[in-house]
């Protein structure tokens, strides 16, 4: 499927009343909530940056910005979500192919999530 910043920006505006009306109770729970996130994948959200040989529409980092702000802007806690989501579907791309069949292939929507923070410590030998 091929997507347009237009298209991306049309499918926020579809799902802006289900984020704003959960916005408070994902502030509540601190997680974004099943149905904010139902809407962020049904609507595509996460396939911005994804490579497109595996479902993805491979869109630019500008898009992918545009969308975390507007999405931000009534519920910043999808936002944060969409944007770290985002990030590794992005990092994704770079990797093996076989490694992005297993998260995303047969179509899924391979949601990934963790932290590109350094680990440890380095020491001299």
């Known amino acids: 499927m091929n997507s347009s910043a237009e298209e991306i920006a049309g499918r926020v505006a579809t799902i802006t009343p289900t984020l704003a009306a959960n916005a408070e109770a994902c502030v509540q729970a601190r997680s974004v909530v099943p149905g904010s996130m139902r809407a962020m994948v ?3 959200l996460f396939r911005i940056v994804q490579p497109a040989r595996v479902g993805g529409y491979e869109l630019g980092l500008r898009i992918q910005y545009d969308t975390v702000t507007a999405v931000s802007q009534v519920c910043p806690s999808s936002g944060w ?9 992005f990092c994704l791309g770079a990797w093996p192919e ?6 995303f292939g047969d179509g899924r929507d391979g949601l990934v999530s963790g932290t590109l923070a350094w680990q440890g410590q380095a020491r001299k030998r």
């Open 81 to 89: 979500i969409l944007m770290v989501m985002g990030a590794h579907h």
């Open 98 to 103: 076989r490694a992005q069949d297993e998260v």
């Open 42 to 44: 049904e609507a595509g």
